[in-house]
């Protein structure tokens, strides 16, 4: 898959501005604050339809607008040129065009446009709470599938509901009560085992892939164990349902299943999240992302777009040197402060200032 072309119309620093792509590695150049992690954020909300820095909608709007326009080319692996147009308002429905045709609903957008963005933030797969780590598990499901992001919808609002009948029962159980979480506790017991064993075979099949993506960062081998077995997928989740629910009425929340999940990574037979170094997480944080970009090629059959926002900043010089030299196959934008060395290979710099394209410079000239 690859970017040919995007436009901007006021979205975030970016009054309109428009960039033509090739299909190699673009360097993306400006100072912070200039705009740079705005352009890779307008392309990965047409993969996923919400900002990877996790905002609401309004945060991309530029300030005194109500609406922004992100246009994009992209030219699918099969030879399908597609256009699409995503508006978002902060005053009703954001909508979405392909090929000028509306779609019905906005996440009907979800698989055709495919990227995989790392940033800084990810170390905080690695280090920070379990909300992060399901999330990341869930996107892959869905960047897998479509399908999967209604069973992930369906499971929040299952829970959503149960915990409603749990507040409202004051923490009181009587005939009412009873039945009401009897009704829940079944959709949930089938909804929730669907994604937990969705989320399980998804890290059977992607561990060997983190392994790899680790082992070429850090340019050794090492032992890497992702561990997903939550008790209840055991267990079964009807049964724990009804053995949790005298403590989910005393804590008025739903306690088990699989929106309370966490998956485990393992270094060297040590947590990642707390006995590995700032050097090893952020290692296994970019592992999970390219891991993740090469499962997904092979799955479906088709390269995303892989974005590096910032990427090179955060890593030592060997493992810089290392991803660069294990750039996967098919379309790379690397943002950066400065240009990159020759040995990624760069066929396009962009350079950025506030919000505007000052330069799209020949490869070999001074910036």
Not at 32 to 60: C, D, H, I, W
Not at 131 to 153: E, T
Request: with cysteine.
């Amino acid at each position: 898959m690859i970017l040919q072309q995007i436009q901007l119309s006021d979205f975030r620093n970016y009054t309109n501005t428009q960039i033509d792509f090739d299909s190699g590695v673009s360097a993306i150049i400006g100072s912070n604050g200039q705009g740079k992690t705005n352009l890779t954020e307008a392309l990965a909300y047409l993969s996923t339809m919400k900002s990877f820095r996790g905002v609401p909608t309004e945060a991309m709007i530029r300030l005194g607008t109500t609406t922004a326009f992100i246009r994009a080319r992209v030219l699918h692996d099969d030879g399908r040129e597609i256009l699409i147009e995503a508006r978002l308002t902060s005053q009703g429905r954001n909508q979405v065009l392909v090929n000028g045709t509306k779609l019905p609903k906005t996440r009907d957008l979800l698989g055709m446009v495919r990227t995989t963005v790392f940033s800084p933030d990810d170390l905080e797969l690695v280090k920070g709470g379990p909300h992060l780590r399901r999330d990341f598990l869930d996107d892959s499901l869905v960047a897998l599938a479509n399908k999967n992001d209604a069973l992930r919808l369906e499971v929040d609002r299952i829970v959503r509901q149960r915990n409603a009948v749990l507040k409202q029962s004051g923490g009181r159980l009587n005939s009412a009560v009873a039945s009401m979480l009897d009704l829940w506790d079944e959709k949930f017991s089938s909804t929730g085992t669907q994604l937990g064993n969705a989320r399980n075979e998804l890290v059977s099949k992607l561990t060997p892939f983190i392994v790899h993506a680790y082992e070429e960062l850090a340019q050794r081998p090492s032992n890497i164990v992702i561990d997903y077995s939550p008790d209840w997928l055991k267990i079964g989740l009807a049964k724990c349902l009804v053995e949790s629910r005298a403590e989910d009425l005393r804590r008025i929340v739903t306690t088990v299943g699989p929106h309370r999940d966490d998956f485990e990574i393992s270094i060297n037979n040590l947590p990642a999240r707390t006995h590995a170094s700032q050097g090893e997480q952020r290692t296994m944080a970019l592992a999970l992302r390219l891991a993740l970009h090469r499962f997904i090629s092979q799955s479906v059959g088709e390269i995303p777009i892989l974005i590096l926002d910032d990427v090179l900043s955060e890593l030592d010089p060997d493992r810089a040197r290392a991803l660069i030299n294990h750039f996967p196959v098919g379309q790379v934008l690397i943002t950066t402060a400065s240009d990159l060395p020759v040995d990624a290979h760069i066929t396009k710099r962009v350079l950025i200032k506030a919000g505007t394209v000052i330069s799209t410079p020949e490869l070999g000239d001074k910036i």
